[in-house]
DNA sequence: AATGAATGAGCTTTCATTCAT
DNA sequence: TATGAATGAAAGCTCATTCAT
């Protein structure tokens, strides 16, 4: 029979997540101490670690997160819509989201967890599937589009998924450092990309919705 | 009259921040110690604190070398050649050099420049000038290209260029974490973007040399 | 009336130094954390210190539980027997008891207490009674025996008994570092001593029944 | 080429080690704090992780260096002098030591070593062959004895050398308890012990001198 | 009466930097 | 000038004890 319910560990435990990542997107992981997390939560050093048996902890749990939320986006994407709209809502999706101010906080501490995971083999792992999974969502996506001709040939379907996932990245690292970047500007030079390089099937591709993702 | 010349003292300094480097790539700012680099370069602690007042500047340095480096790449890209061989030669260059072994060490310390630009203004206008100059060249480019009729209206030229700076830096995230990247295979598919996006003036895209660039 | 009966409160007093014994021996008192003797009870926190005010408490009364315990072997050692008789008995009593596996847990602990006293007062009082008391009633013995010729006069009975009181002290050590020692081996060893050092009195020393203790 | 001699390093290395001593012995290990190691050296306490890498490694170079001053008592031992005379010199010459004012600090930190022995294996290993090797040396010398009749036969010559070794380890822990302990009755008590186990060969006990042992 | 989450002082250890030699 | 031993503030973490529920 647990003291407190389970609803209000996990109030405690995403306080705790909630704090970090404050401290996290201000000052780095390194940066950032355990009394500053104990200072933005208002808890006591204790409580905290009996919440994270360490700081490293709490990073993993971010990352962790940070993997949750960025997945999500990509769930929805294997319909039996043209590859093209497709693409074009993956990135009206996937890089609108950015322009959320909920969003914002997270930016930052995504370019921080690139940087860690190239000296931590746990953020490795989550940043990297956070990677490889959207490239072999996509590369199929290419391939399909390539089999209905909608898509050229003779491309490689996961180099081409990789400059995706590039251009999605590189818009999180700019964004990180100029919250203020014009997001829709952006995304219009992406769709513009998209148009000239898939072949439209009928609709015209600038105009789609980006209702073809459930969970947009 | 100096004790030592100047190529000594220069020589020296460039051993710390090889030693850095080297450190910076392996564990990053944070979890590299000064005596680490003391181990390094072989050096004394005092001995490095007499070409750099303190570990920040280290950082900074390298920072500022690793601006240098990059902003060398773009400075013979104002000729007067067609926009979209001149793009082409631009991911030539630019992407191919990533594929240079010699070169590998940076990537890993250009991620950390990145996260670190976050909480330190000093290398956040490094890395955000190494972020700016580019996109100024190649909106500049593209303007050239949409009154010539070679790249399409319409298009917020320095939002694409920014498109074209992310496909940059999602290379150098990507091959940060493997260096094993097929990095060609990368290129081949930004190349046939640049094809698709860029009316070709005659000359074949996908045959273009590379030496339209000045440094390659 | 209270709520519980006496019995009761007894019964979890028990528990917790039963448990505390367990810990105590495994991990040495500095070693153990009031988590550990929570965890090894499966009571509350709260629940320990109802019972024990602080955490030195548990120790002190486990202390006090082994001084009742090593007190009562030589409780009926004022017997008239013969000096040299009673020596054999005690030794064979007092050190035979550590073959007892049931008693092999207060071992270590006895050790553990030892050097606790050095920096406990408490504790000191308790380990100094065990030893002054045991020195005291060998002592008498050995002075009965030097008036009636059965033990060799010119020497200190105290210092005797001290020695007597080592040679227990000795053997506690070395089974608490060597669970498998060869105690009757000892016995026998020390039992020869005796012989040696005692004028036997009619009946032959070696062959002694341990009977002449009442609790043994 | 060192900046400091090497005997500069042993001296601070002794420094250390001998307020540690200090501090062990009036708190024992675990209630001395490194501050409390500091304060007693004066350095800081950066200086004295140059020197031992943790606190447990001052304890562990504690613990070697008792062993070193114990071995050194029996060096001599091996002498070709009748068994009995050998019994009474060591017996002398080892107990006889802890009369010595300059070596009471160590008494308490003997006793702490012996607890901690029981769960750290480092310890329990240096403290163990402090036992086994007297153990050996005295078995040897009692099989001696026996094989020449100064020794009565039928006893078990580990057995009793475990004897022995308690008589000395009963002293330590006396002493450590009352430093006013008078020892010089006890080693009468040992000698007197020691000419009614061994028969004499020629030379009366009591009046041996203790000079059969080298290093006494 | 019992619980166990919370407290926070205090622990060991690290490391950028200094400065006597 | 160069050295590297020394500094000491500050880091991450622990744990005896409390007290709202």
Redesign the interface.
Known sequence: MPRVSVDYLEARRREIMDAALACF???????TTMQDIVAETGMSAGAIYRYFPAKEDIVAAIADEHHVREAGVLAGANERTAAGDLLRDLARVSLGRLADPHEQRWR?VT??L??????DERI?QV??SG?DEPIAIIAALLRRGQRDGSV?P???P???A??C???????V??Q???AG??ID??I???I??ID??TRTTGTKGGEQSGEVLANA
């Open positions: 997107g201000r000052e780095g992981f390194h940066r930052r370019v921080q690139w940087a860690e995971a190239l000296r490795m940043v990297r990677l050229p003779g491309i490689d996961v180099a081409a990789r400059v996932a590039a251009i999605f990245q590189g818009l690292l700019q990180a450092w100029d970047l014009d500007g952006y219009g030079a992406v513009a990309l000239k390089f």
